[in-house]
């Protein structure tokens, strides 16, 4: 059993993570900005704080007494759609950038002493597809830098972490049926949480690093 911090737990690939985790046994703290999740458990503990929000970040770390196993950085908004790249808004780029990029960096700074006192600590930054420089280009233009930036950003982060006995994992949860990938999406966000859950439970500092689909393959860069 382990304890799992993740965040976006509210709806759409977090709730279904923190659902299956649940159901195996492990331990669940899902950060959410307002309300509540739509699951109770006995298992499942809610902390809230806004991403871009460091003090309220640290608050939430402050509260937690025991070690965190493993922190899944899921939270993230999708921004503007636009027909031209050149016509993105500098305030909603500004915003999207925010969010998917600076959030899980100071997410991350945060909760590092708490997964420094775990045994076999592990983190997973969900990406997407849309970060890779080998994937055409769509009208989510902010959205597509966001995570082509975490990436980047996860990267020099797991060389950094390796030393300290810490293996992270990028991971693309694929086309979802969620509020952001939409009701046309490939699958549904129980197959993508079953996936991402076997990448965490396989991840190791051999593997660490790397830039994995949700079905256990390796994507390009």
């Known amino acids: 059993?382990?304890?799992y911090l993740i965040t976006g737990c509210g709806r759409g690939i977090g709730l279904a993570l923190a659902r299956q985790l649940l159901e195996r046994g492990d331990d669940v703290i899902g950060s959410v900005r307002d309300g509540e999740p739509p699951i109770r458990h006995e298992r499942l503990r809610t902390v809230r704080f806004d991403v871009r929000n460091p003090e309220a970040i640290d608050a939430a770390r402050d509260s937690i007494d025991g070690p965190v196993d493993v922190l899944v950085n899921n939270a993230g908004i999708a921004g503007e759609r636009t027909d031209r790249a050149h016509a993105a808004g500098v305030d909603d780029f500004a915003e999207v950038l925010d969010v998917n990029v600076l959030g899980p960096l100071r997410v991350t700074r945060a909760f590092l002493p708490l997964l420094g006192?775990?045994?076999?600590?592990?983190?997973?930054?969900?990406?997407?597809?849309?970060?890779?420089?080998?994937?055409?280009?769509?009208?989510?233009?902010?959205?597509?830098?966001?995570?082509?930036?975490?990436?980047?950003?996860?990267?020099?982060?797991?060389?950094?972490?390796?030393?300290?006995?810490?293996?992270?994992?990028?991971?693309?949860?694929?086309?979802?049926?969620?509020?952001?990938?939409?009701?046309?999406?490939?699958?549904?966000?129980?197959?993508?949480?079953?996936?991402?859950?076997?990448?965490?439970?396989?991840?190791?500092?051999?593997?660490?690093?790397?830039?994995?689909?949700?079905?256990?393959?390796?994507?390009?860069?």
């Open 117 to 221: 006192r775990s045994d076999q600590p592990k983190v997973m930054a969900v990406s997407s597809q849309l970060g890779g420089m080998t994937f055409p280009p769509t009208g989510h233009v902010a959205y597509c830098a966001s995570k082509a930036a975490l990436n980047k950003l996860m990267q020099a982060m797991a060389h950094d972490l390796r030393q300290d006995g810490i293996p992270l994992v990028i991971a693309h949860p694929g086309w979802v049926r969620t509020d952001m990938g939409g009701p046309s999406a490939s699958i549904a966000p129980e197959e993508s949480a079953a996936g991402l859950v076997n990448l965490l439970d396989d991840l190791t500092l051999a593997t660490t690093g790397r830039f994995m689909n949700w079905d256990g393959s390796e994507r390009a860069w």
């Open 1 to 3: 059993m382990s304890t």
